[in-house]
């Protein structure tokens, strides 16, 4: 069993950055894809970005692609997301989320976080 733990939201004006992190616990981190998601009110939870379990490759949501940056320490059990020109939209609680396999939908990943939420002011 994998638990998630996100810190690092807040509030930042537009333009502005925040670093986002993941910690995980529970039983080994190594070999499992790492996701971020989020999500507003009303609306359906959201793609951000995924890395591999190597941290070799990730993928991003054209929304955000050029400015999130997803690394991960797997000595240290936690991945983190950079987010750069934050923007309005940007707005939303933010999940990370851990699968064996993962991808870029929702219902791929296992293992959720709670939360955390993200406001960027105009």
């Known amino acids: 069993q994998v638990q998630l733990e996100e810190s690092g939201g807040g509030l930042v004006q537009a333009g502005g950055s925040l670093r986002l992190s993941c910690a995980a616990s529970?039983?080994?981190?190594?070999?499992?894809?790492m996701a971020w998601f989020r999500q507003v009110p009303g609306k359906e939870r959201e793609f951000v970005g995924t890395?591999?379990?190597?941290?070799?490759?990730?993928h991003y949501a054209d929304s955000v692609k050029g400015r999130f940056t997803l690394s991960r320490d797997n000595a240290k059990n936690t991945v983190d997301l950079q987010m750069d020109s934050l923007k309005p939209e940007d707005t939303a609680v933010y999940f990370c989320?851990?699968?064996?396999?993962?991808?870029?939908?929702?219902?791929?990943?296992?293992?959720w976080g709670q939360g955390t939420q993200v406001t960027v002011s105009s």
């Open positions: 989320a851990a699968d064996q396999w993962g991808g870029s939908k929702e219902t791929e990943y296992e293992y």
């Open positions: 529970g039983r080994s981190f190594v070999g499992y894809a």
């Open positions: 890395i591999s379990w190597n941290g070799g490759a990730a």
